[in-house]
């Protein structure tokens, strides 16, 4: 690809970010992006096959980096389990949710795309594909701990998936809302002590 054709592929990437955060992925409309970034339609398909795949190119790294980042599921043996539980914190579950809430603001616009202006494209049930796979690394944890016997009660798949969803969702109100980053810290504490006790709570372990 020449310089000249990275330049213009930049340029139509700057335009449609401002066009779908303005408008959403539904309603903006490829001439609104070719207007703006003044190059012909035709530039546009040789850059991208269509409309969705604009789109995703300009969240595609804040959306592949969040499902890696996700992507450390595990078995436990008893030893792991032990392990993992004492290890277990208010504190290291904050240092761990404030690690992607931060690359959350430092690609702010990204997210404000991928959670706010999705409707109607692939990514539209974002906060749900990652409850998915959350889901299943929060089950595997839970299992373990219940056939240790650190864990009085097993709750069921759905369950598992509710209170997975609700934490997931509880990060995203951050971008969701335009929750300002120095207050976003506050309100995620609070949302780690809601989840570590709630949690503890609903598996019968013992608080700490």
């Known amino acids: 690809m020449s310089y000249c054709s990275?330049?213009?592929r930049e340029r139509i990437m700057e335009?449609?970010?401002v066009e779908f955060l303005k408008k959403g992925f539904q309603a903006t409309q490829l001439k609104d992006i070719?207007?703006?970034?003044?190059v012909t339609t035709g530039?546009?398909?040789?850059?991208?096959?269509?409309?969705e795949a604009l789109f995703f190119a300009l969240i595609e790294d804040v959306y592949h980096y969040t499902l890696d980042f996700l992507d450390n599921a595990e078995p436990y043996d008893k030893v792991g389990i032990r392990e993992a539980i004492e290890r277990d914190s208010v504190e290291a579950s904050y240092v761990q949710a404030m690690t992607y809430v931060n690359y959350m603001y430092e690609h702010l616009e990204e997210f404000q795309l991928l959670l706010k202006?999705?409707?109607g494209s692939r990514v539209e049930n974002f906060i749900e594909e990652i409850t998915i796979q959350y889901t299943k690394q929060n089950a595997l944890f839970v299992k373990a701990a219940y056939e240790a016997g650190y864990a009085k009660c097993l709750p069921n798949d759905i369950e598992i998936h509710i209170l997975t969803h609700g934490y997931i969702t509880a990060l995203c109100e951050c971008i969701l809302h335009d929750v300002p980053y120095e207050k976003a810290e506050d309100y995620v504490k609070n949302i780690i002590k809601?989840?570590?006790?709630?949690?503890?709570?609903?598996l019968g372990l013992p608080l700490k």
């Open 6 to 8: 990275d330049l213009t």
């Open 15 to 17: 335009c449609a970010k």
């Open 34 to 38: 070719v207007t703006a970034a003044k």
């Open 43 to 51: 530039a546009i398909y040789r850059h991208f096959k269509d409309k």
């Open 117 to 119: 202006c999705s409707k």
């Open 194 to 202: 809601f989840q570590h006790y709630g949690w503890y709570g609903v």
